[in-house]
């Protein structure tokens, strides 16, 4: 069946650096794929997402391009703030005509230091 | 706007004991969705109604588990009886009822069984 692995965390970083948080999936086809953020505190909430290959999908700083050759989507950002301090979920949804479906990854906790 | 709303936040209970959660979903949101979160895990779901219907309870643990939609706007989840591995936050979320891969979140109800 279809799933999604991230790399596993916790991802301490310095205010300012570069973030990567790597994400693959296995899925028959080409479904949609998506990064949720979980602030302390808060509901899960939609970051960024691309819907078919090449696409890259970009809010706050962070960007994800959806490469179908390396079945990857990983999350990016060029110098991260302590704000950032959340875990990060991979997913992928599949067009069920009406509504969607989202499968996630186990979630990814980062954590930034001044 | 109001976002999901989700009650109680946290419920501690005897294992054996019953137990309920309540979901307010967005206005107008037509898609439903109970997914289960496991500690440090990705959430996975339960149930996903369209208005009041049950589309997909494919994962709900029918023996112990039962969900209902009344109406199309409100729901509720209950476990009866609880048992040691519920242990979990349950959370719910709503959808527009057309394909955007969007959901939105509540804050999760965190449930401890003893």
């Known amino acids: 069946g279809d799933s999604v692995t991230q790399m596993e965390g916790p991802v301490t970083l310095s205010e300012e650096a570069f973030l990567t948080i790597n994400c693959t999936y296995t899925?028959?086809?080409?479904?949609?794929l998506f990064w949720y953020v979980q602030y302390p505190g808060e509901g899960l909430q939609l970051l960024l997402k691309?819907?078919?290959?090449?696409d890259k999908g970009s809010n706050k700083g962070f960007e994800a391009t959806y490469r179908k050759e390396t079945t990857s989507f990983h999350l990016e950002k060029g110098s991260v703030q302590v704000s950032d301090s959340a875990v990060y979920f991979c997913?992928?949804?599949?067009?069920?005509?009406?509504?969607?479906?989202?499968?996630f990854g186990t979630g990814t906790r980062l954590q930034v230091t001044l | 706007e109001a976002g999901v709303v989700q009650s109680p936040r946290y419920k501690i209970i005897e294992k054996k004991q019953p137990v309920a959660f309540w979901c307010n979903p967005i206005?107008?949101?037509?898609?439903l969705y109970w997914y289960l979160q496991n500690l440090g895990q990705g959430p996975e779901l339960l149930i996903r109604?369209?208005?009041?219907?049950?589309?997909?309870d494919s994962q709900l643990p029918k023996d112990r588990f039962s969900a209902e939609r009344l109406k199309g706007v409100d729901s509720t989840l209950k476990i009866q009886p609880a048992e040691l591995g519920d242990s979990a936050v349950y959370l719910c979320?709503?959808?527009?009822?057309?394909?955007?891969?969007?959901?939105?979140f509540g804050e999760g109800s965190r449930l401890t069984v003893l």
């Open positions: 979320a709503s959808g527009p009822g057309t394909y955007t891969g969007e959901l939105f």
């Open positions: 899925a028959t086809g080409y479904p949609s």
């Open positions: 691309a819907t078919k290959a090449d």
């Open positions: 997913a992928l949804n599949w067009d069920t005509g009406t509504a969607s479906k989202l499968t």
């Open positions: 206005s107008g949101h037509n898609t």
């Open positions: 109604y369209e208005n009041e219907e049950a589309v997909d």
